[in-house]
């Protein structure tokens, strides 16, 4: 892969001038927007955020300092609405006063890995073996109950398919791209995306596809779409000037695509621009230095002691999980000349799709130190991020076994990461009881429900008005405990059939644990508690971009 000086951008005084000051040049073609969405008037997304004027904001600055907090953390709306998903403690949003510890986890390697690997002739074209994602995309497809992979077939080759019932065990069908294997596009690639699009109405479009082309020394990303992921059309647009691991993801929240650029500045190295866009072909169409600089590693982000190099953002894999943005930064930490990039993978949330928080600047999904592990060098992440199945998040990565003395990948294989349900964050109460007291909310639903792990201890919880009395019959007392370790359990007071009284009133819930963790909270309309937010790239029995199905989805994983 380049080097960070392959693209290097510098904002100069007078381009951010131009940029700022330019004409917002809006065209229709069959009612499309060309350009990006910058908001005439201020937009209030479904969480109670207000969205300045114009955005995305134009002025943003990438550098070595961390970043202020995000300004939704600053200024938090006065009443949260909650109709929309899993309520996460990834950060103090929901929190008005806590006595809780925040704890952090990390995905862990399932036992099984790497789950595919190059094992193929036309795997084997190319300097290295390759069965990797490189983002591409890894997807559950509720039309055909399958969990479908593509991936790089022989390194920077070709996209190919793999399908798995259980999302461990996968095959390799053939298909007639390629006759006799299982590839789909058969142009060399560098990274590309595949992104399964539930909310497509053409049928002719519900796969999509950005593809880098390698070598091809245009510094452009084309965008293709299939019916079935399988056959591709021709290029629907090429790009406006981006590096080669440029990707993309859909912002459900606000129904717009966001280009993920790599580009690159003296300060930073490698870093990212951000373009949004209601249609993915015709958004393509940026000029250079039109896409906001929106992120980048930073001096928070750890070096490795053997490199002692400051870490630049090598990729960020993007994707709508519940009621935020999960973001998977791939962070490079300098290269040595007797190792392939020791890249690993840590985590963000956002709650605008923009301004991202990252508490928690420890490895998410690591590299291995012994060489000799499919995993030892440059673990990239999966387009679509991660999948819910069942109680689960499944995190699909590449790894590269690395040739021991040199800098080249070796061969290359794609490994699971497995989390709990909500799991990147909790908090804790170990000993002594804690409570935690959310901000004021509002919902439409009647069935609380939380995420948690009590088994040993347990979970009670209250309902306060505005002035911060509690809400008869919904007080500690009248709480039946819960004590188990379930992802999805209710929460019921005793003289209550439901919360029905409470919709659409501004409230608090206070929580109280003792000796364990509470990952996540929703009000479900009904008892199976669906929680009405996204599922990342799917999984067994979701039936479309969000959980509708609630407890339905932990059956259907469990094969019931």
Not at 310 to 323: G, I, K, T
Not at 529 to 555: C, E, I, W
Request: hydrophobic residues 35%; aromatic residues 10%; positive net charge.
């Amino acid at each position: 892969m380049p080097l960070p000086t392959r693209r290097m951008i510098t904002h100069t005084k007078k381009t951010r001038r131009l940029v700022l000051t330019s004409t917002i040049v809006v065209a229709a073609i069959a009612g499309v927007m060309l350009m990006p969405l910058l908001s005439q008037a201020a937009e209030v997304l479904y969480n109670g955020i207000r969205l300045p004027s114009p955005w995305p904001p134009k002025d943003h600055k990438v550098t070595l300092d961390p970043p202020a907090p995000a300004p939704y953390l600053l200024s938090p709306p006065a009443v949260i609405p909650i109709d929309v998903g899993r309520q996460l403690f990834v950060d103090n949003f929901l929190i008005e006063k806590t006595s809780l510890r925040r704890v952090f986890h990390p995905a862990k390697y399932h036992a099984v890995n790497p789950v595919v690997k190059p094992d193929k002739p036309w795997e084997n074209e190319g300097p290295f073996p390759s069965a990797m994602v490189f983002s591409d995309g890894v997807w559950f497809d509720p039309h055909d109950r399958l969990f479908k992979m593509w991936y790089m077939g022989g390194y920077l080759n070709s996209i190919c398919l793999a399908t798995s019932g259980d999302g461990i065990h996968w095959t390799k069908p053939v298909f007639d791209v390629r006759p006799g294997t299982n590839v789909v596009h058969t142009a060399n690639r560098d990274s590309t995306t595949i992104w399964l699009d539930l909310e497509e109405k053409d049928p002719s479009h519900r796969y999509k596809l950005m593809h880098y082309l390698h070598p091809g020394g245009t510094e452009t990303v084309t965008v293709h779409y299939s019916p079935d992921g399988i056959h591709w059309g021709d290029a629907m647009a090429r790009s406006g000037p981006c590096g080669d691991r440029s990707t993309i993801f859909r912002n459900p929240f606000r129904k717009v695509w966001v280009y993920s650029i790599r580009a690159g500045t003296p300060e930073v190295g490698r870093c990212r621009e951000y373009w949004e866009t209601r249609d993915l072909a015709e958004g393509a169409k940026w000029n250079a230095g039109e896409p906001t600089l929106w992120v980048g590693a930073d001096r928070l982000d750890p070096r490795r002691a053997d490199l002692d190099t400051q870490p630049q953002l090598y990729n960020l894999d993007c994707v709508a999980y519940e009621s935020l943005m999960i973001g998977l930064f791939t962070i490079w930490r300098g290269q040595g000349q007797d190792r392939a990039k020791p890249n690993d993978i840590a985590v963000g949330f956002s709650r605008d799709g923009f301004n991202w928080d990252r508490p928690s600047r420890k490895v998410f999904i690591p590299l291995s130190e012994r060489y000799g592990d499919w995993n030892w060098g440059n673990i990239q992440s999966a387009g679509g991020c991660c999948l819910v199945v069942g109680d689960k998040l499944y995190f699909y990565v590449s790894g590269r076994a690395g040739v021991q003395g040199s800098r080249d990948s070796g061969v290359c294989g794609t490994g699971l990461a497995v989390l709990r349900r909500d799991g990147f964050a909790s908090m804790a109460a170990r000993g002594a009881e804690g409570a935690l007291t959310t901000r004021p909310v509002t919902f439409s639903g009647k069935h609380l429900f939380v995420n948690a792990d009590v088994d040993g201890g347990e979970l009670r919880a209250e309902a306060l008005d505005r002035n911060g009395k509690v809400i008869p019959p919904f007080t500690r007392a009248n709480c039946v405990a819960v004590k188990a370790d379930k992802t999805l359990q209710q929460l019921k007071w005793k003289g209550a059939k439901d919360l029905a009284r409470l919709a659409g009133k501004p409230v608090r819930f206070r929580f109280y644990l003792r000796n364990g963790e509470l990952y996540s909270f929703w009000v479900s309309p009904d008892q199976s508690g669906a929680s009405r937010g996204y599922v990342a790239a799917g999984g067994p029995g979701f039936t479309g971009p969000a959980d509708t199905v609630g407890s339905a989805a932990y059956r259907a994983a469990a094969g019931q």
